[in-house]
Structure formats: structure tokens, C-alpha cells
């Protein structure tokens, strides 16, 4: 059966990747992915050398009928979790192709990991809409009770962070900046806390993040 492999890869750290995903993109004929570039870095590390296809949120249905195992792997982390992927893998499945997840590192997970929190449950918002919606995802943030997780800019963390001070300000947060990689670190505090931080920090602006709200409530 012609097998279309989805797999994560790293966040950062280019250690990250399972055995499995390294036995798996050295075996395919081709490897799909968001960024030629990109991916051609992370292959040279792994001292591999495989025909790359661009594959990103705007292709066109590529076609993969020429191949029998493809794998696909977005910039960083687990296709589908804020990424492309989920196109391909319809057209795949309307072909008749097995679709076989070689999971991996995601930032949502690694953050979740080290929150010290023990979430039965949460919700993950992606990355919230620059303009509408935007006020009201982050009072629905507020208004919960359940943990909620959002991949931020570094252009817009110091604002999410005002604005769900005005909401919410006793809850707490926990952001997961660069994760993996040198300047990894882990924020905690108030929303208002966090956004001083940030704003008397501006190096700190920098990067990537992922943060965590949850109820500053140590019953729930
Ligand atoms: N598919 C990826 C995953 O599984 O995590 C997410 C892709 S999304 C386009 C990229 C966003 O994920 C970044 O803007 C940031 O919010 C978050 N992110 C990715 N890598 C990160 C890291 N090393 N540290 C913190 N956040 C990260």
C-alpha cells in the first residue's frame, strides 16, 4: 500500500528526532515539505540526502501518484498542529494511501510538559487572529476555567499579555520561550507581571513562544 509518513521533527534542538523519524526519511522516495530550505538544513545534519518538494498552505494538490512512500514534515515541530498538512493527507487518503504518524516534538506538548501542571484537560487556541475575534477568544480565555495554550508572536506577546491582564488579571501564565533551543527559558507569573517583564526586557521579545493560561487557583 503507497504510504504517506507524517513526521515530526525538531523545535529547535536538532537532536530532537526519533530514531524512527530518521530511519523513515531515509527510506522514502520523497520528502514533502513546508520550506525546501528549511528542511534541507535539518536532512544536512542528519546526513541525509533525499529529493525535497515544496508543499506549504497556498500549493496546489501535488502529485504524488509517481511515488510510493512520501513523508511529510513542516518547518518545526508535528504537521497539523499549526501547520500544513492536513490537505495532503485528505488528497492521500482519497487515493487510497495509508497515512501513518511518526510523532514527534511540538511546542504545545513540550511547554504542557513542563508546566508542573497536572492538565487532565486544556485547550489549544493556535495562534489567535490579529484583529477580529481577537478580544473575544482573549475573554474567552479569561472567562474559563479549563487551561488554555496559544502560540504567540514575538511582535504581539507584550500586547496579548496587557490585554489579558484587562480580563483576566488574577489568572496565572506560564510562557515557554525558544524552547529546545540556546536561550531557552520558562516565564512564570500574572499576566501584568509577565508583560512588565517582557517590556523592561526587550532581548527577551525576541523568539518564540508558547504560553499557557490557567486559573491561579491551587484547588482546580
Ligand atoms: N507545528 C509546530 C508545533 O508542533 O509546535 C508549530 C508550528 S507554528 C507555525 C510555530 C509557532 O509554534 C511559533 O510561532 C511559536 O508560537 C510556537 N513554537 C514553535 N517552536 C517553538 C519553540 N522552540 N519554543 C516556543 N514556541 C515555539
Redesign the pocket.
Known amino acids: 500500500m503507497p504510504t504517506l509518513y507524517i513526521v515530526g521533527t525538531p523545535?529547535?534542538n536538532l537532536e530532537d528526532i526519533s530514531l524512527r523519524a530518521l530511519r523513515i526519511l531515509g527510506e522514502v522516495d520523497v520528502i514533502f515539505c513546508e520550506d525546501t530550505r528549511v528542511t534541507a538544513k535539518l536532512l544536512k545534519h542528519l546526513k541525509l540526502n533525499k529529493p525535497l518538494k515544496q508543499f506549504h498552505k497556498h500549493s496546489n494538490v501535488p502529485n504524488i501518484l509517481n511515488y510510493y512512500s512520501i513523508a511529510y514534515v513542516?518547518?518545526?515541530?508535528?504537521?497539523g498542529?499549526?501547520?500544513p498538512g492536513a490537505m495532503l493527507i485528505k488528497y492521500a487518503r482519497e487515493q487510497g494511501w495509508d497515512v501513518v504518524s511518526v510523532p514527534g516534538?511540538?511546542?504545545?506538548t513540550a511547554l504542557i510538559s513542563i508546566s508542573g501542571l497536572e492538565l487532565h484537560e486544556f485547550t489549544f487556541l493556535g495562534f489567535l487572529p490579529h484583529k477580529k475575534g481577537r478580544e473575544t477568544l482573549i475573554k474567552e480565555i479569561a472567562q474559563s476555567d479549563r487551561a488554555m495554550i496559544v502560540?504567540?508572536?514575538p511582535h504581539r506577546i507584550i500586547k496579548f499579555l496587557e490585554k489579558l491582564a484587562e480580563f483576566a488579571p488574577d489568572k496565572k501564565v506560564i510562557i515557554?520561550?525558544?524552547?529546545?533551543?540556546k536561550f531557552e527559558e520558562v516565564l512564570v507569573g500574572t499576566p501584568s507581571e509577565l508583560a512588565k517583564f517582557l517590556q523592561a526586557n526587550p532581548i527577551k521579545q525576541k523568539g518564540?513562544?508558547?504560553v499557557l493560561i490557567y486559573n491561579n487557583d491551587p484547588s482546580k
Open positions: 523545535i529547535g513542516s518547518d518545526a515541530g508535528t504537521p498542529i499549526s501547520d516534538p511540538s511546542a504545545l502560540y504567540e508572536s515557554g520561550r525558544e524552547l529546545t533551543k518564540e513562544f508558547v
